[in-house]
């Protein structure tokens, strides 16, 4: 898989238009839960702002259908050495694009919580802080040379 940069806020809107041209394209959404008063819901949010994730077979021709997207500003270190994440960065994409939707299930134990269902079971020794109170956990992904902060929706059972 390569990586995109886009314009922030136009992920949804390059990923639409690149499965037009037939490229196989990726935004991984993830949910947060927000009080608005009393009352728990889930949002969806773009977990990686600015970036999208293609699948491709890298050539000339790719790279220029790609690049002359509207809202596209950069394929990450383009040309002759495109930067073609590793295996398990695909496999860290491709979980968090279809599992990341779901809050992840936490029980607590004796002062400590376990990850008991969920796209978090993959990525426990990510994990750097759960949040109870905001039904919260925060993991930190290495992408592309660069960490990524995630925080996603979790519910305690």
Same mark, same amino acid.
């Not at 134990?109 to 020794?125: A, N, R, Y």
């Not at 990510?126 to 919260?136: A, L, M, P, V």
């Given at each position: 898989m390569y990586v995109l940069q886009v314009t922030t806020g136009k992920e949804l809107e390059v990923k639409k238009r690149l499965s037009e041209l037939g490229i196989k394209a990726l935004v991984p959404i993830g949910s947060i839960y927000k009080k608005l008063k009393t009352k728990w819901s889930l949002e969806e949010k773009v977990l990686f702002k600015g970036y999208v994730f293609v699948d491709i077979v890298y050539d000339a021709d790719t790279y220029y259908k790609m690049i002359e997207v509207d809202n596209v500003i950069k394929l990450l270190k383009g040309g002759e050495n495109a930067l073609r994440l590793s295996f398990k960065e695909d496999e860290e994409i491709l979980l968090l694009a279809a599992f990341a939707k779901e809050p992840t299930k936490v029980?607590?134990?004796?002062?400590?919580?376990?990850?008991?269902?969920?796209?978090?079971?993959?990525?426990?020794?990510?994990?750097? &802080?759960?949040? &109870?109170?905001?039904?919260?956990?925060?993991?930190?992904?290495? *992408?592309?040379? &660069?960490?990524?902060?995630?925080?996603?929706?979790?519910? *305690?059972?």
């Open positions: 029980k607590e134990e004796e002062g400590s919580h376990k990850i008991v269902g969920g796209v978090l079971e993959s990525f426990v020794s990510k994990i750097e &802080k759960i949040d &109870k109170h905001k039904r919260s956990a925060t993991v930190l992904i290495d *992408i592309a040379g &660069k960490s990524h902060k995630l925080v996603l929706a979790i519910d *305690i059972v």
